[in-house]
C-alpha cells in the first residue's frame, strides 16, 4: 500500500520523528517492499543513524526488486553482519533464481551464524527453484529441523507431482503441528487426490489439532473439485459452530464449493453478502454457471464484473467463452474475446480453443478453420480435435478433408495423420453415409494395431471434447 506508506511518511516527517532510527529503518522497509526502491535507499542515504536492522531491510529492498548487485556491493559494505544478514542474501538470490550465488553465500556464513534458519533459507530457495535433489540433501544434511523446513520438502514434493515422496517425508516426522498437516491436506488437494485430502483431514482431527482457515481452504477446494456436496457442507457448519474467521479464503472457497456441486443458490448467497469480492470470488461463480448449463447467468455476471472495481483474468475469459460456446452465445463470445486485450491479457491456446468450440458448435467452421491457421501460436490436438469434432456434429466430410490436409502439413515429418484424426475421419464418413471410405480408415487404423477408447468430455477450462477420441497400442 504505497499510495497510504507515502501518507504517513509526510505525518512522520511533520511530527519530527523521521530521524529515529527505528521509524527510519520502518520506512525504509516499507518502501523497499511496496517496490519503490528510489525512496527506499532516499530515507536509506538520509538517515543519520542506522543499525544492522536497517543495512537489512535496504539489502532486502535491493533483492526483492532485483538489484542483486547493489545488494551485493551494500553487504561488503558492511562492518558488522548478522545471521539475518547472511538469510536475507541467501533468500534474495535463491527468489532471483541465482542458486550459484545463493549457495556461495551459504557456505561463506561464519560457522556461528549459520543456524537452523540459514539452513532453512537455503532448502526453500532449492525448493521455490524446483531443485528437489539439491533441497533433498541440504535437508539430510541438517543436524537440527524445524516444523517449518519439513513443511517445505512436502509441498515441494507436492508441487513436483511426487505425492509418494512428500507422504514419505511427513511420514517420517515425529512430531507435527498445523502447518505440517495443511502442507499434506493442501498438496493431496492439488494433485487431485480429494479422498486422501479429505482422509488426512479426518486423521488430523483424530489428532487431536483444530483446523484453521488455511486447512478449510483447502478441503474445500477437494469438495469443489470431487462434487462432494455433503462434505462440503460438513464443514460450512463447522466455520460456523467453531466460530473461525471468514477471511477472503474461506469464503471464496465455499463460494467454489457450492458453485461447482451445482448448489447456485448457496453460491449466490454468500457471493452477494461479502464485502470484499477478488477475481477468484467472480471467476468461482461465472465458472460454476458456465458447468452447469445456467450459460446466460454466467454471461450477466461476466457483465457485473466488469462493472465492478475487479479486472478479469485470463480464467474468467475461459469460462466465458465455454458459457458463450455452450449456449451458443456467438456475437458475445467473440466480444468477449476481444476484451482480453483491453484487459492486457494475452489469450492462450486454451483461449483460441474455446473460440474454435463456440464456432464449430454454431456452424461456422470456415470462420474456425481460419482462426485455427491464423493462431499465433501452433494448434494442440485439443483444438485440431475441436475442429474436428465440429465437422463431425455437421457432417461436414469436405471440410475435414481440409482440416486433415493442414494436420499433415504440420506433420510433415512424417506426412501423416494422427491416428486419433483417423478415427474421427472414419466417424465422419460414417454420419454421412459415406461408408467405403469410412471402411477404409477403420481398415488403415486396425492395421497398425490401434484401437478406439471410450469418448471424454471436458466442459470447463478448455474447448469441449465431446466426440474426441484417444488411440493407444493394443
Not at 212 to 222: F, I, N, R, Y
Request: glycine residues 8%.
Amino acid at each position: 500500500m504505497l499510495s497510504f506508506g507515502k501518507v504517513l511518511h509526510s505525518e512522520i516527517v511533520k511530527s519530527g520523528v523521521e530521524r529515529d532510527v527505528m521509524v527510519g529503518t520502518s520506512l525504509v522497509n516499507m518502501y523497499g517492499k511496496c517496490y519503490d526502491i528510489v525512496s527506499a535507499l532516499k530515507m536509506f542515504d538520509n538517515m543519520r543513524v542506522r543499525n544492522a536492522i536497517t543495512w537489512n531491510a535496504m539489502i532486502g529492498g535491493y533483492m526483492r526488486n532485483g538489484c542483486s548487485q547493489l545488494a551485493s556491493s551494500l553487504f561488503e559494505s558492511m562492518t558488522e553482519k548478522t545471521s539475518v544478514t547472511w538469510n536475507e542474501m541467501i533468500d534474495g538470490y535463491s527468489k532471483n533464481g541465482d542458486m550459484t550465488m545463493a549457495r556461495r553465500v551459504f557456505d561463506s556464513v561464519p560457522e556461528g551464524l549459520k543456524n537452523v534458519v540459514t539452513w532453512t533459507v537455503m532448502v526453500d530457495g532449492y525448493v521455490s527453484n524446483g531443485d528437489m535433489e539439491a533441497a533433498r540433501e541440504m535437508f539430510e544434511r541438517m543436524k537440527e529441523r524445524n516444523f517449518y523446513v519439513w513443511s517445505v520438502m512436502i509441498s515441494g514434493y507436492f508441487k513436483k507431482g511426487d505425492v509418494v515422496r512428500a507422504r514419505e517425508i511427513f511420514d517420517t516426522m515425529s512430531l507435527r503441528n498445523l502447518v505440517n498437516w495443511n502442507s499434506l491436506i493442501s498438496g493431496y488437494a492439488q494433485n487431485g487426490m480429494f479422498e486422501e485430502a479429505l482422509d488426512a483431514f479426518m486423521s488430523m482431527q483424530e489428532q487431536g489439532f483444530e483446523p484453521d482457515e488455511v486447512t478449510l481452504a483447502s478441503v474445500l477446494s477437494a469438495c469443489a473439485q470431487s462434487g462432494m456436496l455433503d462434505f462440503g457442507k460438513k464443514i460450512h457448519e463447522m466455520i460456523a459452530k467453531k466460530r473461525i474467521e471468514l477471511n477472503e479464503f474461506v469464503l471464496n472457497g465455499l463460494v467454489d464449493m457450492y458453485a461447482k456441486c451445482g448448489d447456485l443458490e448457496n453460491a449466490m448467497l454468500i457471493f452477494e453478502g461479502m464485502s470484499f469480492k477478488n477475481s477468484a470470488t467472480w471467476n468461482s461463480l461465472i465458472t460454476g454457471f458456465a458447468i452447469h448449463g445456467q450459460c446466460r447467468e454466467a454471461v450477466n455476471f461476466f457483465s457485473r464484473m466488469e462493472e465492478s472495481s475487479v479486472k478479469p483474468d485470463g480464467v474468467t475469459f475461459l469460462s466465458v467463452l465455454s458459457a458463450c460456446a455452450h449456449g451458443g452465445f456467438v456475437e458475445e463470445g467473440l466480444e468477449a474475446f476481444s476484451k482480453m486485450e483491453k484487459y492486457g491479457l494475452k489469450a492462450n491456446v486454451k483461449h483460441y480453443g474455446c473460440l474454435v468450440d463456440l464456432l464449430g458448435r454454431a456452424s461456422k467452421l470456415q470462420e474456425a478453420f481460419k482462426l485455427v491457421k491464423g493462431m499465433p501460436m501452433a494448434p494442440n490436438d485439443t483444438v485440431l480435435g475441436a475442429l474436428l469434432g465440429a465437422c463431425r456434429i455437421h457432417s461436414d466430410t469436405i471440410m475435414t478433408e481440409d482440416v486433415l490436409q493442414f494436420i499433415s502439413e504440420m506433420n510433415s515429418c512424417n506426412g501423416s495423420y494422427d491416428d486419433a484424426h483417423y478415427v474421427l475421419l472414419s466417424n465422419i464418413y460414417a454420419a454421412s453415409e459415406r461408408w467405403e471410405m469410412a471402411e477404409g480408415m477403420r481398415v488403415g487404423i486396425s492395421g497398425k494395431g490401434y484401437e478406439k477408447t471410450r469418448g471424454y468430455s471436458a466442459l470447463i477450462c478448455g474447448v469441449s471434447q465431446w466426440d474426441s477420441h484417444e488411440v493407444h497400442p493394443t
